[in-house]
C-alpha cells in the first residue's frame, strides 16, 4: 500500500459525457501527479500540482483539467469523453517537487467510455 | 520531444537465468528512474540514477547510467518468478519537470 488513494477504481460512462476522478495523497506530502496509462500509449505525465499550485504540464487534452485543493487532494476532470480516452489514471504524490523526489502511485482509476 | 525506447518489448525466461533490458534515447536525461509495475497496481519506483556512468546495485538487481546520460540497463542476476512483472524506465528533463516513460519490458519469469 502506497498511501496513495484514488477513487473510484473503476468508473464506466459513455461518449460525451465528463467525469472526475480524485486522488488522496500520502499524508505530509505536497506534490500531486496525473498519469494516463493506455495499451497503445504507455504511461503519460499528464500535469504535476504542487501545494495547490501547477507545476508542470505534459500532454494533457484541453478537454481535461485537475486542480489541487487546500488540503492537498486532487481532482482530474475528464470532460466531452471519447472512446480513446478509455485508460487507467493514475495518482502519484511525492514529498517535494523535482526528479530526485520519489513519486508513490496510486492503485488508479479504471475509465471506460462506451 | 524527449523519447525513451525501451528493449526487448517482452522477455520470457526460466527462473535462475540473467537477463538484461535496455532503456535509450537520443535525449540527454537529468536522472533516470526504473519502476516495476504489477498486473492492477500502480508502478513502483526500484532506484534513481543521476550520475553518467553510475552503476546501482539492488540485491539482484543492478543499474547503469549512461556515460552520456542517454540510456540505462537493468540486469537481474538468477531470475526468480517474483521479478515477473511490467519494468519501466522514466527521466526527465535538466528542469526537473517533463516526465517521460518508456514503453516498458513485459518480463515472465516461469518457475
Known amino acids: 500500500d502506497s498511501g496513495v488513494t484514488q477513487t473510484p477504481k473503476h468508473l464506466i460512462t459513455a461518449t460525451g459525457q465528463r467525469v472526475t476522478l480524485r486522488c488522496s495523497p500520502r499524508?505530509?506530502?505536497?506534490?500531486v501527479y496525473w498519469y494516463q496509462q493506455s495499451l497503445d500509449q504507455g504511461l503519460q505525465f499528464l500535469i504535476q500540482?504542487?501545494?495547490?499550485?501547477?507545476?508542470a504540464k505534459g500532454n494533457i487534452l484541453e478537454r481535461f483539467s485537475a486542480q489541487q485543493f487546500p488540503d492537498l487532494h486532487s481532482e482530474l476532470n475528464l470532460s466531452s469523453l471519447e472512446l480513446g480516452d478509455s485508460a487507467l489514471y493514475f495518482c502519484?504524490?511525492?514529498?517535494?517537487?523535482?526528479?530526485?523526489?520519489?513519486?508513490?502511485f496510486g492503485p488508479g482509476t479504471r475509465l471506460t467510455v462506451l | 520531444t524527449q523519447l525513451l525506447e525501451q528493449s526487448p518489448q517482452f522477455l520470457s525466461i526460466q527462473e535462475g537465468e540473467n537477463l538484461t533490458v535496455y532503456c535509450n534515447s537520443s535525449?540527454?536525461?537529468?536522472?533516470l528512474q526504473w519502476y516495476r509495475q504489477e498486473p492492477g497496481e500502480g508502478p513502483v519506483l526500484l532506484v534513481t540514477?543521476?550520475?553518467?556512468?553510475e552503476v546501482k546495485k539492488l540485491k539482484r538487481l543492478t543499474f547503469q547510467f549512461g556515460d552520456a546520460r542517454k540510456d540505462s540497463s537493468l540486469h537481474i542476476t538468477a531470475a526468480q518468478p517474483g521479478d515477473t512483472g511490467l519494468y519501466l524506465c522514466?527521466?526527465?528533463?535538466?528542469?526537473?519537470?517533463?516526465?517521460?516513460f518508456g514503453p516498458g519490458t513485459r518480463l515472465s519469469v516461469l518457475p
Open positions: 500540482y504542487y501545494n495547490g499550485e501547477e507545476r
Open positions: 540514477v543521476v550520475t553518467g556512468g
Open positions: 535525449s540527454v536525461f537529468s536522472s
Open positions: 499524508s505530509g506530502d505536497l506534490s
Open positions: 522514466a527521466g526527465t528533463d535538466n528542469y526537473g519537470q517533463n516526465f517521460v
Open positions: 502519484a504524490s511525492s514529498a517535494g517537487t523535482g526528479a530526485l523526489n520519489e513519486q508513490f
